[in-house]
């Protein structure tokens, strides 16, 4: 059965507290940690972007699964903060691990879930075996406006899952996908930081969707919450999360390990990658996760997955807890530095 | 950089891609089509190698008034990389505190991003190193809530 | 084989000439080194220029014409040539005019050196000076030049254990010379507390331990020894010449405290007139950087390997030391225009030689060597030059 051959992670190394960030607005860090469920979030270097994260995160999934770039089809890259608006990321990721030139590749975006989008697509590839493996990627470097609710969220991080029907550690049983037009958040061409649409970001769009593809895909697959080892949905901060895994009736044992954002903060088309990683980091053969992702727009991609007997050979070392466990603080004025937030104005 | 100035050698830098040189046994680093300690009798005796990446400190410095293009890093550390292999090359030592490099230590290649035409322009993506040891004693990371329910 | 002499010199000022343009600073020093030989524009058989950044700092090549232009020699249409080696330009295009004159093409030749370095912003100059390195290796990977300068110093500190002490002796010692010195830019004595305690540029060299980017040019005149009596009663003979390259990039190099080139540079120059270090009275060096100084005493033999800095400090490169070393306050005190430094070196050695130095004048100075590299000494050049 086809499904996840390997898979990598990347958290850069640098962290800022949600207690700095509310000290420079005034606000008071301890509520707002308190009230998002988030109490620090990654941050990525001045030499790191998409295009970075994406090569780390697939060259330690080349190298989990003993691959090379001759054992690649295709490769997508989901991400909202592609550094190029017209140049794909994706070419870049097939070069840096030696995948080109017979290969497909393109960028995707949809909002936080184009990443799932790819593997949707790796699967129908290699269903059709039109390719061997595809590789899909989630990643972001997202920016929230300074002041705004979304930077004591958003940071930067992803994963790759390489996709293919030979040496699978986990099989895909199936997935399904719950899409309507819900302009919940967007951001327009030409801005910098995306706007969004308070608290209808909530209700009518991410638990509506997160909640609905997975009834379908329990329904589909002839399951209930128990029979799941693992659930991880999108995680736009610590609290949305785990209300929509109570009401599908999954317990704490089962969404904890792949619930990253009170610590690392929430990364976009990365976060359901990374919740990901941080389970196959640690399941066991037999082992079934139920995986939801969330993309404003609005969509979510839901995917039954069961762990086979392959994982117990898999290197997994370097997991993200050890990546998360790596992460140094900074103060607002680095992190304002790394992230491009101060205006140096033209110097030529 | 121009356009084609950086594509020509995107391999060189992404994929640390080298020289290997048959009639002297020795590696290169950045690609070179002749190995001037063997002669004219190398050319066409240099094979493409990729280096592992992996290799220890000679000498570093940490650099306060930076190099155009990277002042959003100041202070960072600058080394020359001694790679497995044997080839020496200058490098930026990335993700640690520029003042704890020192000669002996090991590092590994991460790629990274080398900077950009101008902010229209191409980015440039290549090879940079970090620490492969700690050397930092481990932050503690148990200072965080329990998850609300 | 000709011998050759140096029957003029001329010297503008080096600093910030911000009222003055590449054209004009080589007119000036061309036309003062022309007067001071006592030749007519006809007499030149040949101009070489040196320069290093015309191209990058005012979009301006073919300085070589512009030069020969400006100078009034386009007249005769004197062939000019321009010779870039980074900041060792200066000194090649000397050791090129040299071999012209020694090989019998030509009897009479101006050199001339200029730069402009601050008619661009700081760090446009900075990543010039860098183009001397390897730019796609070094540079662009994030080093400046004083980085390779700093990791170079840090490896003599391990090896040797150079002193910060030590160091500062070099540039406490050229800014003493320097006041002395009416065209040094920075014409004015510090302390070595100055030096230590001044701003960190690249770990572990300190602003003062750094040379500037300048303007300034200089220029000579080189004449066939048979024909320099007939224009000039001071003239100063170059009896050795020597030049060698190394690899452009520092991490090509097995030592990382040594600057080969220098080396053997030396020795050539040292063979091609029978001359040796004890018969040296003074030496100008060239030291971008303090290091620079000591690893060059070391590499030309004035002092054993891991021993000029601790001989520095004792003030044997002083004036009234054993053998004063950059009496003109070098590249740190003096300025650093890269076209031009080589040239204002030799043009220290002829003033010296001629006894013509004022307060900073060498006694009995009889022999005296210049020493111009270029980049971290992937091209050095040297000259011996003696009175007659």
Avoid at chain 1, 42 to 71: C, F, W, Y
Avoid at chain 1, 312 to 333: F, G, L, P, Q
Avoid at chain 3, 169 to 193: D, G, L, R
């Amino acid at each position: 059965m086809n499904g996840i051959v390997s898979y990598g992670a990347y958290v850069p190394c640098h962290k800022i507290e949600t207690g700095e960030i509310a000290s420079v607005w005034g606000a008071d860090g301890s509520a707002w940690a308190k009230n998002l469920n988030v109490y620090s979030k990654s941050v990525s270097g001045p030499d790191e972007d998409v295009i970075t994260i994406a090569v780390e995160a697939t060259r330690q999934a080349m190298k989990r699964g003993n691959l090379n770039g001759d054992h690649i089809g295709a490769i997508y890259s989901g991400s909202e903060s592609h550094p190029y608006a017209v140049k794909p990321t994706s070419t870049i990721v097939a070069e840096a691990i030696s995948a080109t030139p017979n290969l497909t590749a393109a960028d995707f975006e949809f909002a936080c879930k184009a990443g799932t989008a790819a593997i949707q697509t790796c699967l129908g590839m290699v269903g059709d075996k039109q390719i061997e493996n595809g590789i899909a990627i989630g990643v972001d470097t997202s920016q929230g406006a300074p002041g705004d609710a979304l930077e004591y969220s958003a940071s930067a991080g992803g994963g790759t899952l390489i996709i293919g029907s030979k040496n699978v550690i986990a099989t895909i049983n199936d997935t399904t996908s719950y899409t309507t037009d819900t302009p919940d958040f967007w951001r327009r061409e030409g801005q910098k930081y995306p706007r969004h649409g308070g608290r209808f970001t909530g209700k009518p769009a991410f638990f509506k969707h997160v909640i609905s593809c997975g009834m379908m895909m329990m329904e589909r697959a002839g399951t209930e919450a128990k029979d799941y080892d693992y659930i991880v949905t999108h995680q736009p901060n610590g609290k949305f999360p785990i209300r929509a895994a109570k009401t599908l009736g999954f317990t704490n044992e089962q969404f904890e390990t792949g619930l990253l954002t009170p610590r690392i903060g929430n990364t976009y088309s990365g976060a359901i990658f990374l919740g990901l990683a941080a389970i196959l980091d640690i399941a066991k053969p037999g082992d079934r996760i139920l995986a939801v992702a969330y993309g404003s727009g609005a969509g979510s991609d839901g995917f039954d997955i069961t762990i086979t007997d392959k994982i117990s050979k898999m290197d997994r070392s370097e997991t993200v807890e050890d990546m998360i466990s790596r992460m140094k603080i900074v103060n607002y004025a680095t992190y304002a530095k790394y992230r491009g937030k101060l205006n140096m104005g033209a110097t030529k | 950089m121009s356009v084609p100035r950086f594509w020509r050698e995107l391999d060189t830098r992404y994929n640390l891609i080298g020289s290997y040189c048959k009639i002297t046994k020795t590696y290169h680093y950045p690609r070179r089509s002749f190995n001037p300690k063997a002669g004219r009798e190398s050319i066409g005796s240099m094979k493409d190698y990729q280096f592992k990446g992996i290799g220890k400190i000679v000498n570093s410095t940490v650099v306060y008034q930076a190099q155009t293009g990277y002042e959003m890093f100041g202070p960072y550390c600058m080394a020359i990389v001694k790679l497995d292999e044997g080839p020496m090359m200058t490098t930026q030592i990335v993700d640690c505190d520029p003042n704890k490099v020192k000669p002996g230590m090991k590092v590994k290649s991460v790629f990274r991003k080398l900077g950009e035409d101008s902010e229209s322009g191409i980015l440039h993506y290549g090879t940079k190193f970090i620490l492969s040891e700690d050397i930092e004693v481990e932050e503690d990371n148990e200072n965080l809530p329990d998850i609300e329910v | 084989m000709r011998e050759v002499s140096i029957i003029g010199i001329g010297i503008t000022k080096f600093g910030e000439l911000w009222d003055k343009s590449l054209r004009q600073l080589g007119l000036e020093t061309g036309l003062a080194a022309i007067s001071d030989a006592g030749i007519k524009s006809k007499d030149i058989d040949a101009l070489y220029i040196g320069n290093m950044a015309a191209g990058s700092t005012l979009q301006q090549e073919h300085v070589s014409a512009l030069m020969a232009d400006y100078c009034g020699l386009t007249n005769h249409n004197v062939p000019a040539t321009r010779v870039e080696a980074a900041s060792a330009s200066g000194g090649l295009a000397i050791r090129q005019a040299y071999m012209a004159i020694a090989g019998g093409f030509i009897d009479i030749a101006v050199v001339g050196g200029a730069e402009k370095m601050t008619d661009v912003s700081d760090s446009e100059s900075s990543y010039t000076v860098s183009m001397g390195s390897d730019e796609q290796w070094e540079s662009k990977a994030g080093a400046t030049f004083a980085s390779l300068h700093a990791m170079m110093t840090q490896s003599h500190i391990e090896q040797y254990g150079t002193t910060r002490e030590e160091m500062s002796a070099v540039s406490v010692k050229n800014h003493y010379h320097a006041s002395m010195n009416p065209i040094a830019q920075f014409p004015f004595t510090v302390s070595a507390e100055a030096v230590s305690n001044s701003g960190l540029v690249s770990s572990p060299l300190r602003m003062l331990d750094c040379a500037p980017n300048s303007d300034g040019a200089a220029a000579v005149i080189l004449c066939a020894t048979e024909k320099a009596k007939k224009y000039s009663k001071k003239s100063i003979k170059i009896i050795g010449s020597g030049q060698a390259s190394d690899t452009l990039s520092l991490h090509h190099r097995q030592h990382l405290n040594q600057m080969p080139a220098i080396r053997v540079a030396a020795k050539r120059a040292f063979k091609s007139c029978g001359k040796k270090v004890s018969d040296l009275d003074l030496i100008e060096v060239h030291d971008n950087f303090t290091i620079s100084e000591i690893i060059a005493l070391e590499e030309i033999g004035i002092f054993r390997r891991g021993k000029a800095a601790a001989k520095i400090l004792e003030g044997e490169t002083k004036l009234g030391g054993k053998i004063p070393t950059n009496t003109s306050g070098g590249l740190k005190a003096r300025g650093h225009a890269p076209g031009a430094t080589g040239i204002a070196q030799v043009v220290e050695v002829v003033q010296q030689l001629r006894g013509e130095a004022g307060d900073r004048q060498v006694k009995d100075a009889k022999i005296g060597m210049v020493e111009n590299h270029g980049g971290t000494a992937a091209t050095a050049v040297i000259h011996i030059l003696e009175s007659e």
